[in-house]
């Protein structure tokens, strides 16, 4: 069965980017009759609130969202929050560890900031590590544990390419070592998002990952360690990211862009879930609907490959203007 997920970090409140990509999402499970996961990704806790957790579900349901497994609504493949699922990062981690593909690295944060000059590889992931602490010889290796410094640990990454097609964006190819060797865990214990998000989709059955465009770099490294634990590669597909009247991403300054904002401007989700549809492509004009009746006009190959941007009418409208 088809298995999608929308999985919001809990670090500040949904924007109206968040909301077009659970939305697609959304609509892609339920066109095809699947199964849909809602989960939290507060892995890093220092950053993450449990109110706007609370926040982020409440903002979906309003807009006319549902899900089958995640908070509130339980189900099989739980915790459904990154904060409780450390045990199985750590499985995770050591199977990588024994398979010979992770290395500590001392690298300080400093050291890391004199390499931000480099060329980025990855957009989303900035510099590219070059692999100092993977050349380490025994004797170097020893000398740093000596200084008592805790390592990070990286993924080095095997000398492939990594080619997939992406259901929105279309065919991607990344050749041997794009990005740089990436961190698993951090110094301070804390697990790397590239990994925990492979653990979660592979241990919840996602067969299909819709999500947003800035994301798309972060794929290679993800396929990687599919492969690194043996585990089946689900289907990704990258949403359009939305852009403000001026072409920059979608702001503040543009406006009230959250659902919170939006919803206290007094605007109704039917009218949130049109001008969405409409930006889409699933509808010809932004007119108030409900998700569930965009279900039957859902077509992956309507949506746009390049951002969007939102017109300046559309967010007046949104902040409580007509519409
Ligand atoms: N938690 C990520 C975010 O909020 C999304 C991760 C994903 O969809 O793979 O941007």
Not at 51 to 77: K, N
Not at 130 to 135: A, F, L, V, Y
Not at 192 to 212: C, N, S
Request: glycine share 12%; charged share 20%; aromatic share 6%.
């Amino acid at each position: 069965m088809l298995c999608g997920r929308f999985a919001p970090t809990p670090s500040g409140v949904l924007h109206l980017g968040n909301a077009l990509t659970a939305l697609l999402s959304w609509l892609h499970v339920r066109r095809a009759g699947g199964r849909y996961i809602l989960r939290i990704e507060d892995i890093d806790r220092a950053r993450s609130r449990a109110e706007l957790a609370r926040q982020a579900c409440d903002d979906l349901r309003w807009l006319g969202l549902d899900w089958d497994e995640g908070p509130g609504a339980g189900g099989p493949h739980g915790p459904y929050y990154q904060s409780e699922r450390t045990e199985l990062y750590a499985e995770a981690l050591a199977r990588l560890q024994a398979a010979g593909h992770l290395y500590p690295c001392y690298c300080s944060r400093a050291q890391l900031m004199a390499i931000a000059s480099a060329p980025h590889g990855l957009a989303a992931e900035g510099p590219v590590y070059p692999g100092t602490c993977r050349r380490l010889t025994p004797e170097e290796r020893r000398a740093r544990e000596a200084g008592g410094k805790t390592p990070s640990l990286r993924f080095a990454l095997p000398d492939e390419p990594v080619a997939f097609v992406d259901l929105v964006a279309g065919p991607q190819h990344f050749p041997p070592g794009a990005g740089g060797d990436f961190v698993v865990r951090r110094a301070d214990g804390v697990i790397g998002y590239q990994l925990a998000v492979v653990v979660d989709d592979a241990l919840m059955g996602v067969t299909h990952v819709l999500r947003g465009g800035d994301l798309l770099d972060s794929t290679p490294r993800q396929i990687l360690l599919y492969r690194a634990l043996g585990w089946p590669v689900p289907q990704f597909g990258h949403l359009p990211l939305l852009l403000g009247p001026d072409g920059a991403r979608l702001a503040k300054r543009h406006g009230a862009v959250t659902l919170a904002g939006i919803r206290a401007a007094g605007t109704r989700p039917e009218a949130v879930a049109g001008h969405l549809a409409y930006l889409a492509g699933l509808i010809d004009r932004p007119e108030p609907v409900r998700p569930q009746e965009l279900i039957p006009c859902f077509d992956l190959a309507r949506i746009p490959r390049e951002p969007v941007r939102v017109p300046q009418e559309t967010i007046a409208a949104l902040n409580g203007g007509i519409g």
